[in-house]
């Protein structure tokens, strides 16, 4: 009598399963940064009543699609981010157990779900030509996941790759207001203005994110500002980053007369949490990494972001 020996094999995971993991491994909670800052554009240029108020007729349903918008970008980029990255997160003992570097997703997974991802994006962008009749959020969608996707390669060439994120960042207010009423952004400075501080608020809490993998980006000669000009100098750099942003901040609140007494307080609150962000870095070092860059952060964009709004609606 004959004996097979069979080797056990491992059933492929479901299709859903691997969803859930690849969304629990990009923190789709981190669309925290961006997002009130493309709702914030959206009511800069909100379309008007003959009157001067808000139309509430259309402005719901435009921010709903925003929101979409900005849920599928922003899954795209991390996507991109960890599929581009799976072998170097590999060998980082801090990412080592991501789900495309640890093998628990395969690279034809991370095509598959980014293309899933990228026609939802379109798809979603179309709703603002069908119901709306502006087409341009469409005509710009590839370009838009082109420009959000390739901040996830900039580490390979150059210690800028701060600002290449803080810029993608930045699109969210400049997109979402070319989608609700491209006419009038010419008209609203004051959204390019908060466009640029996003960019380089984005670029100051990056860096100090970059922090944690000073010594494995030398090691693997990947670029940042950290790993060029060392630990005390990149924070400093940070430091004039946020301060600068700030800056821009006041600028907006003189550019908008939307923008009144609540984004002026958000403003100061958001001096405030920064300070509060490097004196936690500055006494706890690597320790302070997680409330620096997260939880204060994401407090600052939903303040700015919730502030700012409420301001133009009770204007």
Not at 149 to 178: D, E
């Amino acid at each position: 009598m004959t004996t097979i020996n069979t080797i056990p094999t491992t059933a492929p995971l479901p299709w859903t399963k691997r969803v859930t993991i690849a969304l629990s491994d990009i923190k789709l909670a981190h669309s925290v940064f961006a997002l009130p800052f493309a709702i914030l554009g959206a009511f800069l240029v909100a379309p008007r009543t003959q009157d001067g108020q808000i139309n509430y007729a259309t402005l719901p349903g435009m921010l709903a699609l925003i929101i979409l918008c900005m849920i599928f970008a922003r899954t795209w980029a991390m996507l991109v981010n960890r599929v581009a990255d799976a072998n170097l997160d590999a060998e980082n003992e801090r990412t080592k157990r991501r789900a495309f570097a640890s093998g628990t997703l395969t690279k034809r997974d991370g095509f598959l779900l980014l293309t899933a991802t990228a026609l939802a994006f379109v798809l979603t962008t179309a709703g603002f030509g069908f119901f709306y009749n502006n087409w341009l959020p469409t005509q710009l969608a590839l370009p838009v996941l082109a420009w959000i996707g390739f901040y996830s390669f900039t580490k390979r060439f150059t210690f800028l790759c701060h600002i290449f994120l803080g810029g993608a960042l930045a699109a969210s207010p400049i997109a979402a207001a070319i989608a609700v009423n491209p006419d009038m952004l010419p008209d609203v400075p004051s959204v390019f203005t908060i466009a640029l501080m996003v960019l380089l608020w984005v670029a100051g809490f990056d860096i100090i994110y970059a922090l944690q993998d000073l010594d494995h980006d030398r090691a693997a000669k990947l670029n940042s500002i950290p790993a060029r000009f060392g630990w005390k100098s990149a924070i400093w750099i940070s430091r004039a980053f946020h301060l600068a942003a700030l800056i821009l901040l006041i600028v907006a609140c003189q550019q908008s007369t939307q923008l009144s007494t609540l984004f002026t307080t958000a403003t100061a609150l958001t001096a405030a949490l920064l300070i509060y962000e490097h004196t936690i870095l500055a006494k706890r070092g690597k320790a302070g990494i997680p409330i620096a860059f997260f939880t204060l952060n994401g407090i600052i964009s939903l303040t700015l972001g919730a502030l700012g709004s409420l301001d133009i609606l009770l204007h």
